[in-house]
Structures are given as structure tokens and as C-alpha cells.
């Protein structure tokens, strides 16, 4: 299999995660404003810092206050600004593109789905439905997305391609539950063993919604959502198709098949890398999880997930000969 290929449909399910969890995100975050009376900073502002453009944010978009109520302009910056390569436009343009480059390889289908989608984003009744019904504007991309999944799913072969699309899929979930879950902290208050707020818990509550876990929570636990036991269930819940540790499950399932159909040595580092974050999530437990901080139990893991994206570019996507590798690393 061509790398070209690889690399485009691994990024291709990267992106399309992206836009799914983001425009889930914007969607039930204007309701969960409702129902906890926060100010648009305290509900807002958390979102652009887990998607990594606090910078940028504040630098060229956050000036513009004066002109309108924060929740509006961040909503507007994440969802249409082309220069946020975060925003929901930059992430399905992408999409589309690396879908566009293996036309060949992707069903008929799929490139239909996403480029359908595309199409709509740009036209004049996507934006008049933004206007007038902003939930049903984030539910349709969430929608497509889901479609997109179900489409490629069940018209591709599953073979090398399909099984890059899913490595992409499981190392952005991988990533994005770890920042998602990062809301709390940025946006109420550390995570602790103390009773909660009101307040914490309509957020606990949130951020399922912010990941589609509200009803698979509720098959586990019979009560309210508390910080602890959300955490809990995101973080190491190996049945939940969201949680850290099932998409790590995936990784590794992956990253093996992928490196048994490669040439003698390929993929030992980033599989290596996969093992390694498996067993430190198989010795975690909650408690020691909340001992050490849940925000930088969060952080650890988004930088893991950052070094696995370049375990695997290294090995699978811009392959080095393995004795190439060998004699760089040999002492001299």
C-alpha cells in the first residue's frame, strides 16, 4: 500500500472526528449555558482552550468583544473562521481533500456523504439554518458524520485502508475525550472527593452529552453523574466506543494487524508506544488518577496521543529503512 494513500485515509477519519465532537460540543453547550446560568466566558472560553486556539483566539478574534456577546463569537470563530485550522469549515475542507486524493480507494458512497456535506456547508441555507436553529445546524453535521462512519463501514473493503481510517479514528478519540474531559477543569473547578454543586454536576452531565455517553453512563451507574464517577467511566470504561482506554484497545488491535501485513520491523515503535500507554492505563485507578491530578493525568495522556500520531507518521507513513533505523541507533 502506497504511504500517499495511508496517510490520506488515516487523516481523512481524523478530521471527520473533528467535526463531529466539535459541532456536539457547540451544540449542547448553549443549552448546558441555559441550564447553569454561567457567563459567556465561564461557558465559552474552556472550548477554544481544549481545542488548542487559546492563542490565536485571543490574539486575533477576542479584540472584537465590543462588537457582539462572547458565546456568538466564539460559536462564529469555531465553527466558519478559514484561518482557525480548528474550526468545523477547516476540518471538513480537509476532510474533503484527503478524500479527494483517494478517490480511487474510497467507496463511491463515502466521497458522496462528505462531499454532499461540503457542498451544504457552503451554500446560503446552511447559514440561514445556523441563524435561525443553531442546534439543528450542529445536529446535522454530527448526523452526516455518523452516516459518513456507517457508509465506509459497510461499502469499503476491510483491508489496509479501512484498517488506516480506524487507526485515525481511535488516536483522535483518543486525544479528544482526554481534552473534552479537561472542560471541567477550565471551565468550573478541579476535579475533587467532595460533594458537588448543582452547577458541577449540570456539567458532569454535559460532558457525556459532549461525547454521546449520557445513556451508556446511565447503564453503569443508577445515580446522578459525579466528577468521579464520569471520569471513571471515560477514562478506563473498556466497552464505551468513546472512552480512553477502549479506543487504546483499538490502537493496539490496529497497529498489530497493520504491522503484520508491513515488511519485517515496521510499526515496532508505535505499537511499542501503544502497549506502553495500555499498561499504564491497566495499573491506573481512580484514586490514583485523583491523587495525582485529573487535569495532569489529561495532559499526559493528549501528549501521548501526540507522540503515538508521530510513532506512527514515522513508521507507516513516511517509513525509514529498518537499517536505517538500527545503525542510527546503535551506539557508535
Known sequence: MISRVAESCFWL???????????????VNAAFQL????????????????????????????????????GEIVQDYLTWDDDNPSSLRSSLRLARENARTIRETISLEMWETLNDLWVWLGEREAWKLYQKDRAAFYLRLRNQCLLYHG?????????????????????ERMGQVARVLDIKHHGVAEVHHVEESAEE??????????????EPFLKRHNAAPSGRAVAEFMLFDPAFARSVRHNVD????????????????????ALSLAHEIQRGLERATMDSV?????????????????ELSDAIYRDFLDPVP??????AESPA
Open 151 to 171: 457508509v465506509a463501514r459497510n461499502t469499503m473493503l476491510h483491508e489496509d485502508p479501512f484498517e488506516f481510517m480506524r487507526l485515525g479514528t481511535a488516536l
Open 35 to 70: 441550564d447553569s446560568g454561567l457567563d459567556d466566558e465561564a461557558c465559552w472560553r474552556p472550548v477554544v482552550i481544549v481545542v488548542g486556539q487559546e492563542k490565536d483566539y485571543l490574539e486575533r478574534v477576542a479584540p472584537t468583544l465590543a462588537d457582539g456577546s462572547e
Open 290 to 306: 485523583l491523587e495525582q491530578g485529573l487535569h495532569e493525568v489529561l495532559t499526559q495522556l493528549v501528549e501521548q496521543s501526540a
Open 250 to 269: 483499538q490502537l493496539c488491535e490496529l497497529l498489530g494487524l497493520l504491522a503484520i501485513d508491513a515488511d519485517e520491523g515496521v510499526g515496532v515503535r
Open 322 to 327: 529498518v537499517e536505517a533505523v538500527i545503525q
Open 13 to 27: 477519519n481524523r478530521y471527520v472526528e473533528r467535526v463531529e465532537v466539535l459541532a456536539r460540543i457547540l451544540g
Open 201 to 214: 454536576i449540570a456539567q458532569w452531565l454535559a460532558i457525556l452529552r459532549f461525547c454521546s455517553g449520557v
